[in-house]
């Protein structure tokens, strides 16, 4: 059965940092494409980055560039964001997700498997 297990999220003052981890079992992911998207309440699901298969392609979201970092751990089945100078408008649910593709990385349809989430919140 596969998994993704989501952690590191919590509460967080603005301007702070988090570093989310996302480990996933069950089959491997090395040639798959892993990215995190965040789910604010009462909003629709938005793409915040993706890391392709090697981890020669990086791409992020617009309201993130600057701030966030995405990364591939070793072993391959692991993904991280490290997430600096924290925004209130960064609060969410913020959830991993891998594709075997690399083209419609920014839509939620492209990927096969999805962690529970892990809740981050900014307090002002």
């Known amino acids: 059965q596969v998994q993704f297990v989501e952690s590191g999220g919590g509460l967080v003052q603005a301007g702070g940092s988090l570093r989310l981890s996302c480990a996933a079992s069950?089959?491997?992911?090395?040639?798959?494409?892993l990215a995190w998207f965040r789910q604010a309440p009462g909003k629709e699901r938005d793409f915040v980055a993706a890391?392709?298969?090697?981890?020669?392609?990086?791409d992020y979201a617009d309201f993130v560039k600057g701030r966030f970092t995405i990364s591939r751990g070793n072993p391959e089945n692991t993904v991280y964001l490290q997430m600096n100078s924290l925004k209130p408008e960064d609060t969410a649910v913020y959830y991993c997700?891998?594709?075997?593709?690399?083209?419609?990385?920014?839509?939620?349809?492209?990927?096969?498997?999805w962690g529970q989430g892990t809740q981050v919140t900014v307090s002002s």
């Open positions: 997700a891998a594709s075997p593709l690399w083209d419609g990385v920014h839509h939620g349809w492209s990927y096969d498997y």
């Open positions: 069950g089959r491997t992911f090395s040639r798959y494409s």
């Open positions: 890391i392709n298969w090697s981890g020669s392609i990086i």
